[in-house]
């Protein structure tokens, strides 16, 4: 395929995401709901205010929030955030071409198109779209941070460590589930490069990626310091989620804990956050058999439960108006282990997307599993069965080249062509 034809194709592809987001969007009524629904009214206060709404302390990673609240004297808040909706849609592109290029570099040119392929027309990926979570803006973003990463580590220099930390920051703001990636690139860093190029790389680069990471969060860790007395880079929930998980009510799922407790009604604190890390280990210490039990009700739903987060409608109106399958998780899983067999060889190069996979399903193992969680790495899944399936076709082509030679041969009696 020739690079223009290749540029035509993936082109097409695109249009046909953003296409399918935005009409999907104009089709489905999704109203806010759960978490959504705070996350709105917070923004609608940003909106009015200019300000983060502390009512209910540092509750929302700020990210999501203000991002809409700048939106909305923008585009409304009527319809259902419609606009908002339809904005997401557009910006999915920008997410599908960061997902392109990062499977096109780490796997190859075939890779690249069928992972592309997969992941615009992945079912959740469109749900997600007509959603106000955080989500959709961490989908935009972590493509091109593992992208700058690979520069980073390619090229040197102090570019793409700044870029890195922005991108680091930013992430950290919509979501702080990123906080073993940086010990895992440096790893890679490690078993990859040479060792003349330690020094350079811990005494320049990553203290430059460091303070453009923490030029990012300076201000909000300035208004909670104000607020508290206390460094809160993103959000104080950790430990109301770490209760959530480990309580008298936990199942391995997210589960409604007593609106009565205290790690409930000081949920978003920094005190609410020291209780409920201490309410949870107390619980632990108290039941081991039980978390044994639940790390592995964890580990199966995390690699076989097909995400149902979005309701009946959205399914119902997907089947109805495309009549594309949805993926099961169960399939994903497999292919992810059939990668892991015949990329076995070139393990160094696909170490930290691997590794970032692993990493925080270890995370989900700590916590509690839900499908909204596990949907951000569901996209390196669909690039690991891309990757499967590109070699399986380069597999069978070959295949069949010889089968057509040795035709040939049989048929020239023995000679030769």
């Not at 990062?102 to 079912?123: D, E, H, K």
């Not at 280990?281 to 039990?293: A, M, N, P, Q, W």
């Not at 439960?305 to 108006?321: I, P, V």
């Not at 380069?394 to 000679?415: E, S």
Request: hydrophobic fraction near 50%; charge should be positive; aromatic fraction near 18%.
């Amino acid at each position: 395929m020739s690079r223009k034809l290749e540029m035509f194709v993936i082109l097409a592809i695109l249009t046909a995401a953003a296409a399918i987001r935005v009409h999907f969007n104009l089709r489905y009524s999704a109203e806010p709901f759960g978490d959504s629904i705070h996350i709105a009214r917070f923004a609608e206060s940003v909106a009015r205010t200019g300000a983060y709404p502390t009512d209910h302390g540092i509750y929302w990673s700020p990210g999501v929030v203000y991002f809409l609240g700048w939106l909305i004297p923008v585009i409304g808040n009527e319809q259902h955030y419609l606009s908002y909706r339809l904005l997401q849609s557009v910006l999915a592109v920008v997410s599908l071409f960061g997902f392109y290029l990062l499977a096109r570099q780490w796997f190859g040119r075939v890779s690249g198109m069928l992972a592309l392929l997969l992941l615009a027309f992945y079912p959740p990926l469109v749900f997600y779209s007509s959603m106000i979570f955080a989500e959709n803006l961490f989908f935009l973003l972590i493509p091109w941070l593992f992208l700058t990463l690979s520069k980073w580590r390619e090229l040197g220099g102090l570019f793409y460590p700044a870029v890195s930390g922005v991108l680091f920051g930013l992430i950290h703001l919509i979501r702080p589930i990123l906080i073993p990636l940086p010990v895992i690139f440096v790893i890679w860093f490690l078993i990859t490069k040479p060792r003349e190029l330690y020094k350079p790389f811990f005494m320049k680069q990553i203290p430059v990626c460091v303070v453009a990471g923490l030029l990012i969060l300076a201000p909000w860790i300035a208004h909670n310091y104000a607020l508290y007395g206390k460094i809160i880079t993103s959000s104080a929930v950790g430990g109301l989620n770490f209760y959530i998980a480990h309580n008298e009510h936990a199942n391995g799922k997210w589960v409604q804990i007593d609106v009565n407790s205290e790690v409930f009604k000081l949920a978003g604190t920094p005190e609410g956050d020291k209780r409920g890390y201490e309410e949870g280990l107390k619980y632990i210490r108290s039941h081991l058999g039980y978390e044994v039990d639940m790390l592995r009700t964890k580990f199966v739903l995390f690699w076989t439960k097909t995400g149902k987060f979005w309701g009946d409608k959205a399914e119902q109106l997907w089947k109805e108006k495309y009549k594309l399958p949805l993926i099961k998780m169960k399939y994903l899983s497999c292919l992810f282990i059939f990668f892991l067999l015949l990329e076995m060889k070139r393990w160094k190069k696909w170490f930290p997307l691997v590794g970032y996979v692993l990493a925080y399903q270890s995370m989900i193992l700590v916590l509690y599993y839900a499908d909204r969680y596990r949907s951000i790495v569901e996209p390196f899944l669909l690039i690991f069965a891309a990757v499967v399936l590109a070699r399986g076709y380069i597999l069978v082509k070959k295949g069949l080249i010889r089968l057509a030679r040795f035709i040939r041969y049989d048929q020239t009696q023995g000679v030769k062509p």
